[in-house]
């Protein structure tokens, strides 16, 4: 598979994959819903089913013309239906990826995680994936979990890891280079992040993740500069490479989440995983082209 | 006093400042303390006296010529012995700011923290504040903790908002507006943080800190961007438009450091509060103009 470095490279190359991605979307009613749909038609990059409320809006019933056999539409009282039924469209087969439309993200969620109808199996771990263009980085960077595991135990780091990584291959990475993220080089047991750390290496060097190369605690600047690896002296192979970062807790995650999209010009794509298809939910304050990308990540096969 | 937009107009503020600061500068060696001096003496923002270990450098003694009257020299066989020297020289009020030169920061640290001949004052909360200068950020930000305070308790948090709010009102900023970073706008006790959040906020009502205006818990990018916060739709006299970013824990105030510094072309300086005088404690991977303007920073009344 070819390396993709942005995200024009990964929707260029969706276009010209055989047998495109149908996509159930839950509620399909907003602007930006409809640019994302609507873009995802024209480039050719994934199918639909849209499971509306009420009526389906006319701006979205079109699109079953304009694209004839592309497009399913089906209608639900209310958005609670939608969203359940949306989930069981996944569960029978009928999608390969499950998005959010106008709804709060907890409905949607509500029927994702239910344990007779849901798609998280048991034992599983939800967390989210988020993929980030940074101008003044030169490829695209994986990291977790800005938006819904608040202090991962070392089962949910070991999911985080998991996932990353394997996003970072899809989009060509042959061996990731995964950056375990702290405020300093140092292992402290009154950070116990930094003690799973130690642990999450040891099982990378067992061959639990595949070929990947691990280092850690690190900074993030160390983490993305080379400099700075170099001017304090800290000789591992993610110094100033990393293609994957792993954030101690959410907080940490969400500010590089958001520093980014502010003030370095970076394009972000996200996405739920270890449910049994990735789930795109968005938030209302992303960008159109950040929902596109999302819904692209989640077409990667 | 006037409004300070940028280090620029800090600088040149202080070149204009009748009675400049004596600054103590411990084990200055390196080519970026000297960088340092060398242009604080220059544009007339500071005098010193430089704690020497074993011979002072030629560089350094020359300065002693070329500024007479303005540098001072005394010479110690240890890092350990020039730490402690400086320390006392702030005690015995022969400085208005302390500064680290070529030593590791616990070597200072230990000095200046000595219960019987340190600067910190017994129930005194040390802490780190930086202030930093974001090209697409109308003016300069004032945030806490990125280096010193792990998981802030009640007291410490009161400590740093109160240092922060004074660091921005010593810029010119006569209403602070003071942003307590979350990742939600949630309160919720699962995160004792946001509870502190809303005792700050009780507290700031009383006046405790001043005439400021608080808004909390909200995440970095609905405080500094006015348009998250409608899209959003969340009324607080902070949105898009903090003066002071308080964070949760370290983990998320040093990704904000080091993703600004790193990615938005910002320049960043720093101290330490809570100490009887500023001390300036920069790391190894600051540029020369960082360590500039920290020590600028430290000299502002």
Redesign the interface.
Known sequence: MNFISNFDDLTGMLAQTHGRKRVAVASPADSHTFYVVERALSEGIADFVLVCVEECKPDFADLATRFPGRVDIETLPTVDDAARRAVAIVREGGADVLMKGSMNTDNLLHAVLNKEHGILEPGRVLSHVTVTQ?P??GKLLVFSD??VV?RPTLDQFDAILDYAVSVSRKLGVARPGVAL???TEKVNE??PHTIYYEELKRRAAEGRYGDIEIGGPI????A??AE?GK??NINSPVVGNADVLI??????????Y???????G?ETAGMLCGTTVPVVVAS??DSCESKFYSLAIACVD
């Open positions: 940074i003044a980085y800005a938006a608040p993220i702290n405020f009154k950070f900074d993030v600047k160390t993305l500069d700075s001017i304090k954030f101690p807790n959410i907080e940490s995650g969400n500010v590089f958001k520093t980014l999209t502010l003030f370095a970076a209302r304050a």
